[in-house]
């Protein structure tokens, strides 16, 4: 009978690779983790970083949303306030417009309107944690003066939204621009500034043209009816950020769960491994020992 020469050769290098196993699924057991290195198995080690930046990205995204959620909501309480403060000037307005008051009530109308401008100016120039929410993109830079003119130039960004890019690449608009709110984008019809600044001319005489006061109080009622259309763009942004958010949020948890399925050993897949590797080790031990103690021809029945 022939002998092959490397017969102890392949029982040693069995034993190591039983002994390795035996090792590996230790490790697994005492960790948790069925993938401890990339040599474990590296497509799944590759997967999993995969998983962790999307995860990542998705817990970035949702921290960041809730930032812009108070920016938005602080934007459209903002709006609220100037439509309640227009709602006043026009009812004001549309007393003074009656015929039935004499020239100092209608010159207080008239200060009263000018009080209105000067909250609505401040309404206007509402800041959220450092930043202007109706400057455009020139977030830094304060966008209308004391008479409610504004002073951002398109270069300077004054006529640019900011938007925000979902995970999914969706884009969301997150401010609107104030010369478009509050000074109608250009169109004088609808001029919150224009109309308010009007009144307040057509107040402050000894007499009063009540045709050009009735015009004026009607751009106003224009303006407001343009204002609450703009705070729809800023509502529907509330709704799509938190959508988003929500959608981010429960990616970030499936990804989770199915890393962890991942990665986590199987505890009674790799309980059974072991034990077979240590009875397969102790047995090429058993055999390795036997084959030590003697002539190797001495094992050999003829």
Do not use: C, H
Not at 58 to 66: G, H, K, Q, R
Not at 158 to 174: E, F, R, S, V
Not at 209 to 238: G, M
């Amino acid at each position: 009978m022939r002998v092959d020469p490397s017969y102890i050769n392949n029982l040693v290098s069995a034993l190591d690779q039983a002994q390795g196993n035996e090792q590996q699924y230790s490790s697994e057991l005492s960790s948790g983790a069925r993938v401890t290195s990339l040599s474990t198995d590296p497509v799944a080690a590759g997967e999993n970083v995969l998983l962790l930046n999307q995860i990542q990205q998705d817990d970035s995204y949702s921290s960041t949303t809730s930032q812009i959620t108070g920016q938005l909501q602080v934007a459209d309480s903002a709006l609220g306030s100037v439509i309640t403060q227009l709602t006043q000037a026009i009812s004001l307005a549309t007393s003074a417009n009656s015929g039935t008051m004499n020239t100092s009530q209608v010159n207080a109308v008239g200060s009263q309107i000018q009080g209105i401008l000067g909250e609505v100016i401040q309404l206007s120039n509402t800041s959220y944690q450092g930043q202007y929410i109706f400057a455009g993109t020139a977030t830094t830079t304060e966008p209308f003066d004391a008479s409610g003119n504004y002073t951002i130039t398109a270069a300077q960004g004054g006529q640019t939204a900011n938007y925000l890019t979902t995970p999914n690449n969706q884009k969301i608009q997150l401010n609107v621009p104030g010369s478009q709110i509050f000074s109608g984008g250009g169109n004088s019809s609808v001029s919150v500034m224009g109309a308010l600044n009007a009144l307040i001319a057509d107040y402050s005489g000894t007499t009063v043209n009540e045709a050009q006061a009735t015009a004026d109080t009607n751009t106003l009622n224009s303006a407001l009816n343009w204002v609450s259309e703009q705070r729809v763009t800023i509502d529907n942004s509330i709704n799509q950020v938190s959508a988003s958010s929500s959608a981010a949020t429960s990616e970030a948890l499936q990804l989770t769960s199915a890393q962890t399925n991942l990665m986590q050993a199987d505890v009674g897949q790799v309980s059974t491994q072991l034990s077979t590797s240590e009875t397969q080790a102790t047995a090429l031990e058993d055999t390795i020992a036997q084959l030590g103690s003697g002539s190797l021809f001495d094992k050999l029945q003829y």
